[in-house]
């Protein structure tokens, strides 16, 4: 089962700045098989970024993947209010072991 | 539209079983593949299983592993979770969620979860 770390824990920032994530996987992701999802209190989770780096449907380009290997990152370049949730990272290539990370908060500082 | 309904989660006792259910529409619904996802209380993500569209593939984490038993019935559109011998960590909000492709995915669309307690 491939093991995914996300860093850091928790995120503290202000509107307007930029937010690195990290997502490290104990095994090379196939085919770049990850995934990123956005959290908010109370509602399901929701597709930001497939295969590293291809945004999903209507998500705003804001929001940016990159990676491979065994090392992903999620930028949002300018945090917007709506944006303070918790991300998660999860790698989709070796069914039937899919696994999440243990996730990101991004809060108001 | 696409949509994803949970149901069937319940307060139950260590040992007893449950059967999740989630109907689907808005789409084919035996073209995708389709999972259950938990969460426990104030806890992160956890894939628990899936199923490929055709039920010829199926996988568990290993934690649900030889307890629980993912089915579907594509002609009624719907995806179950029978769980069984629970435990007090299977305490979680169900979520039942769809493969973004036809092939290998990430998961697209997600129901708004079912929960299930467990205890005594």
């Known amino acids: 089962e491939i093991v995914l770390t996300q860093s850091p824990g928790t995120l503290s920032l202000s509107p307007g700045e930029r937010a690195t994530l990290s997502c490290r996987a104990s095994?090379?992701?196939?085919?770049?098989?990850l995934a990123w999802y956005q959290q908010k209190p109370g509602q399901a989770p929701r597709l930001l970024i497939y295969?590293?780096?291809s945004r999903a449907t209507g998500i705003p380009d804001r929001f940016s993947g990159s990676g491979s290997g065994t090392d992903f990152t999620l930028t949002i370049s300018r945090l917007e209010p709506e944006d303070f949730a918790v991300y998660y990272c999860?790698?989709?290539?070796?069914?039937?072991?899919?696994?999440f990370g243990g996730g990101t908060k991004v809060e108001i500082k | 539209e696409v949509q994803l309904v949970e149901s069937g989660g319940g307060l139950v006792q260590p040992g007893r079983s449950l059967r999740l259910s989630c109907a689907a529409s808005?789409?084919?619904?035996?073209?995708?593949?389709m999972h259950w996802v938990r969460q426990a209380p104030g806890k992160g993500l956890e894939w628990v299983s899936g199923?490929?569209?055709?039920?010829?593939?199926?996988g568990y984490a290993d934690s649900v592993k030889g307890r629980f038993t993912i089915s579907r019935d594509n002609a009624k559109n719907s995806l179950y979770l029978q769980m069984n011998s629970l435990r007090a960590e299977d305490t979680a909000l169900y979520y039942c969620?769809?493969?973004?492709?036809?092939?290998?995915?990430?998961?697209?669309?997600w129901g708004q979860g079912t929960l299930v307690t467990v205890s005594s």
């Open positions: 808005g789409f084919t619904f035996d073209d995708y593949a």
């Open positions: 095994q090379s992701v196939s085919s770049s098989y």
């Open positions: 295969g590293a780096s």
């Open positions: 199923i490929s569209w055709n039920s010829g593939s199926i």
């Open positions: 969620a769809k493969e973004m492709t036809t092939t290998v995915g990430p998961f697209d669309y």
């Open positions: 999860q790698q989709y290539g070796s069914s039937p072991g899919l696994t």
